[in-house]
């Protein structure tokens, strides 16, 4: 099991800039696949974007694609979002999440999940 703490979220302006961090304690980080969702009021959470264990891969969805970018650094168990152009539609609580497969953790079957960090976008 893997514990997850976000942080790096809060309110900005449209067209501005964040970094949310997530930080993972508790096994191997470096072969856990990870992953940002975020969940908007009234609104299913939705994925965001997802990094493979080794890094090589990663996967956007095209509401965020060319404005989000995933990584991670595995010396620091830790994965970065970065957001540019930020939106208000962007506007949410964004949840990290881990998981031993890449491939279902698009489909949001983490294994671990934080505890959200809120994403205000204002016009």
């Known amino acids: 099991q893997v514990h997850l703490v976000e942080s790096g979220g809060g309110l900005v302006q449209a067209g501005d800039s964040l970094r949310l961090s997530c930080a993972a304690s508790g096994r191997t980080f470096s072969s856990y696949a990870m992953g940002w969702f975020r969940q908007a009021p009234g609104k299913e959470r939705e994925f965001v974007a997802t990094?493979?264990?080794?890094?090589?891969?990663?996967s956007y969805a095209d509401s965020v694609k060319g404005r989000f970018t995933i990584s991670r650094d595995d010396a620091k168990n830790t994965v970065y979002l970065q957001m540019n152009s930020l939106k208000p539609e962007d506007t949410a609580v964004y949840y990290c999440?881990?998981?031993?497969?890449?491939?279902?953790?698009?489909?949001?079957?983490?294994?671990?999940w934080g505890q959200g960090t809120q994403v205000t976008v204002s016009s």
């Open positions: 990094i493979s264990g080794s890094g090589s891969s990663t």
């Open positions: 999440a881990g998981s031993t497969f890449y491939s279902y953790l698009k489909k949001g079957a983490a294994s671990s």
